[in-house]
Structure formats: C-alpha cells, structure tokens
C-alpha cells in the first residue's frame, strides 16, 4: 500500500526565516510530486508539482527531490505570517495524476 | 470569469438517498477534478476529466460513486445510495492544462452530510 507521511507538526517558525515541510513516501516507483496550501476552512491550493526528474523554483518557493531518500521537501523562504497554512504532500505513480495524500504539516509563521 | 462554481454549497441527506453534487468549471479549462477531504481520510482525488472524458478514475471509492462531464461547462458527481461515512467536503477544481503546466482553481466546496 502506497503511504506518504508527513509531520502534523505545528512547524512554527519567525517570520523571515526558512520554512521546511518534509515529506517521505513508500512507493519507489513514484514520479510526481505536488504541493498543496490550505488556509483553516478553506479550499486547497496546488502550489508545487515537480517530477522526478528535477527540483522546481517558484518565488520564494522550492520543491527538493531526494529519491535515494524517499523525501520531498518544501522550502519556504523568507516566511510570512500569511503562509501561516496546512500544507499537503501528494505523491502519484506514473503519468497519474490522482496521487497519494499525506495528511498535511500545519506551519505557523509568527511576527 | 466567477471562478469554479459548486453547489449546492451544503447538502444534509439521509442515507440510502441520491445525492448529486454540480460543478461549472472556468470557461476554457480542459481539465476538471473531483476531490474529496474528510477528517479521517484527509483529501483524496477522486476522478479527472480531460476535454470531458475521464481519464482516471482510480480515485473512486466505490461503485456508489459516479461521475460524469456531458459538455465543457458542467459535471456532476453521484453518489447512490450515500452512506455516512460518505460525508465529507466535495471539491471541485479545474484547470487550463495538466498540474504539470498549469494552476489549478477550486471551487468552494460542497459539504456533505449523510444521516
């Protein structure tokens, strides 16, 4: 069975620091890799999507692959209270696109 | 454009009814998702169209549920008969082209209950 754990956290963190959201999974075989952003309440956010074959910058966002490792990483720069959000890995096999959860790390910025 | 447009926004049924659940993608997106998140099982996708045909449905949890896109503006999801534990927030996102290459917009949900 296909698992993708994440830490529920809270991850709190300064605000202007560096944010990292790990993410490990079990599937060997998996090839794409999303991010995912939800505010209390709110509907989720695809944030990231990388595959295997390479790490994707986006502004103050940084997806990491380690596949030897079976992780993911999230890395937020230069945090603000407004990331202060659950974020959601999600791992998918192939050319899928329905992949495997986690259950998300809840990251709290703070002034 | 209104963005991705869900409803009803809340449905309270009791188990063993039809329940229909809508979505109106954004004009223009090819792709369209079906997810859903619970507390106990976190958010799942259940389904996605391309060009309204479903290309994966592998999300499904059971026959009970359904899905469909007659056209480029509309689908629904449908679960007969709905049990409790098919209570959850039912989200519907579309996009203009795969995860890969595009954002994806989500619509404000539909929360289900089933008594």
């Known amino acids: 069975q296909k698992e993708v754990e994440q830490n529920s956290g809270p991850l709190s963190v300064p605000e202007g620091a560096i944010a990292s959201l790990n993410c490990t999974y079990s599937d060997r075989g998996s090839q794409s890799f999303f991010w995912y952003r939800q505010y209390s309440g709110k509907s989720p956010e695809l944030i990231m999507f990388i595959y295997s074959n390479g790490d994707k910058e986006d502004g103050r966002f940084t997806a990491q692959l380690n596949k030897a490792s079976q992780y993911v990483s999230l890395l937020i720069r230069d945090s603000q209270p407004s990331d202060s959000a659950t974020y959601l890995c999600?791992?998918?096999?192939?050319?899928?696109?329905?992949?495997?959860f986690g259950r998300g790390t809840s990251l709290i910025v703070h002034p | 454009d209104a963005g991705v447009i869900q409803s009803p926004r809340h449905e309270v049924t009791e188990m063993g009814q039809e329940v229909t659940l809508r979505c109106k993608p954004i004009s223009g997106h090819d792709y369209l998702f079906w997810y859903r998140q619970t507390m106990m099982r976190g958010l799942e996708l259940l389904i996605y169209?391309?060009?309204?045909?479903?290309?994966?449905d592998s999300g499904m949890p059971e026959d009970r549920f359904s899905a469909k896109m007659p056209n480029a503006s509309f689908s629904t999801l449908k679960i007969q008969p709905s049990e409790p534990r098919d209570s959850a927030v039912y989200f519907c996102a579309s996009s203009l082209g795969p995860p890969s290459y595009n954002e994806q917009f989500f619509g404000p949900g539909t929360r289900l209950t089933v008594l």
């Open positions: 169209f391309n060009n309204n045909v479903p290309i994966d």
């Open positions: 999600a791992v998918g096999q192939g050319g899928s696109y329905i992949p495997t």
